[in-house]
């Protein structure tokens, strides 16, 4: 009786070792599209790259017009001198404004209420990564 209950079991296991669960998905017509923006980090530039993105999220408080607390980040020349090398280390690292706009702990959160899209923190690392040249 034992070599009977042997043989069902291992019949059992064969057959149900063939089931495979596949789970139903609904083929889809269309492909999905490939994105359409890539972030460009090769040739950062401060004219092309990094002037618009502080344009866009900074002037409203930290423009020649308003300038927040001195802070006037408008024109190369003062953008320049608050990167402040030495907050943290040397280079990228060691940059204040950098921390700031990363939301790094230890630094002012700028802009206050959300945080730059990772490709506008990549092309300004980058810059800066670079010696944070004019053009």
């Given amino acids: 009786m034992k070599w009977v209950s042997g043989i069902f079991i291992g019949f059992w296991c064969i ?3 063939g ?16 994105p359409t ?11 092309a790259d990094v002037q618009p ?3 866009a999220n900074c002037y409203s408080c930290h ?9 006037n980040l408008e024109t190369f020349a003062t953008l ?9 280390g040397d280079g990228i690292y060691g940059s204040k404004l950098y ?10 959160p700028m802009p206050p209420t959300y945080v730059l899209d990772s490709c506008s923190l990549a092309k300004i690392a980058r810059w800066i990564h670079t010696g944070a040249p004019a053009n």
């Avoid at 017009?65 to 001195?70: E, I, K, L, R, Y």
Wanted: proline letters at 7%; glycine letters at 4%; hydrophobic letters at 45%.
């Fill in 99 to 108: 921390h700031c706009i990363a939301h790094a702990s230890l630094a002012q």
């Fill in 63 to 71: 423009g020649a017009a308003v300038a927040t607390s001195g802070l």
């Fill in 15 to 17: 057959a149900l070792s």
């Fill in 19 to 34: 089931c495979v669960h596949q789970a139903f998905t609904i083929p889809s017509p269309v492909p999905a599209p490939h």
């Fill in 53 to 55: 993105i502080f344009a």
């Fill in 37 to 47: 923006t890539l972030c460009d980090t090769t040739a950062v530039s401060y004219a």
């Fill in 80 to 88: 320049k001198s608050y990167l402040q090398y030495g907050f943290r």
